[in-house]
Nanobody, 126 residues
Framework: QVQLVESGGGLVQAGASLRLSCVAT????????LAWFRQAPGKEREREFV??????????YYSDPVKGRFTISRDNAKNTVYLQMNSLSPEDTAVYYC?????????????????WGQGTQVTVSS
């Protein structure tokens, strides 16, 4: 069992930046593919893919709405995956979740993950 704990959310103005962190409780962190998803207000049944990073860190994918603004990275020594978010807009307002799966593909469409965090709220005001 892997526990994931997100942090770094908050209330910011449009154009600002935030960095989300997700710490995993596992000794095999470097064997997990990782991703960020988000769930916007009023879309409780829709968890939107944001970004993913492979076990090796060499394969990274982003959704079109965040491409060029968000950066996913991982620090295996700290058991942590990050999401740097720049040029935030009100449309980025959502609860952000990190997710993990044992190896596995991170290619677009491969959105089944085994472990999920509780989420961290990001609110962007206009």
């Amino acid at each position: 069992q892997v526990q994931l704990v997100e942090s770094g959310g908050g209330l910011v103005q449009a154009g600002a930046s935030l960095r989300l962190s997700c710490v995993a409780t596992t000794r095999a962190f470097d064997s997990y593919a990782l991703a960020w998803f988000r769930q916007a207000p009023g879309k409780e049944r829709e968890r939107e893919f944001v970004a993913a990073i492979s076990v090796s860190g060499t394969n990274i994918y982003y959704s079109d709405p965040v491409k060029g603004r968000f950066t996913i990275s991982r620090d295996n020594a700290k058991n942590t995956v990050y999401l740097q978010m720049n040029s935030l807009s009100p449309e980025d307002t959502a609860v952000y979740y990190c997710a993990a799966k044992w190896y596995g593909s991170v290619e677009p469409g491969s959105y089944e993950y085994d472990f999920w965090g509780q989420g961290t709220q990001v609110t962007v005001s206009s």
